[in-house]
């Protein structure tokens, strides 16, 4: 083998070398995935969180439900349903209740009935709950009634 060919053969090993050490995007993707895995893990391998003191907190933040005008009632999904969609609807009062912490509440309380149904492998009907309107009436926020009922 001539010498050009020994130097052409030992300058394409080193651009081998280069584009190895370079991660290909199937290897970040499998990385982000295996850390997205092993981060879903050790939330689960918490102790489990009491889902019942969680809604007590929440009720208790949101029991005033005196409104001073429509814009300060507000309904929220609550919970998760094994089959998907809210276990219930929030109705409360801006005026009353720190909208961001009864959210942070809220998504607590979603995150641990879905974990909960996914570690019991709960199983439920699959019927989905209609979020309500809410109207401020004679200053409580209240769901609204429908004027046309449905069959």
Known sequence: MSLSACNDVKSDHNATETVKEQPTP????????QEAQEAQEAQEAQPNIDIASLKHQLNSLTENKQCASQASCQVL?????ACGGPSSYLVYS?????????EKLAKAITAAENAKNKKEMTMSICEHLTQPLVQCVN????????ANPAY
Do not use: I, M
Not at 96 to 101: D, G, R
């Open 139 to 146: 200053q409580q926020c209240t769901t609204a009634t429908s």
């Open 26 to 33: 199937k290897l970040e993707q499998l990385k982000e995935a």
């Open 77 to 81: 999904p609550v919970g998760k349903r």
């Open 94 to 102: 801006t005026d009353h209740a720190p909208q961001e912490e009864v």
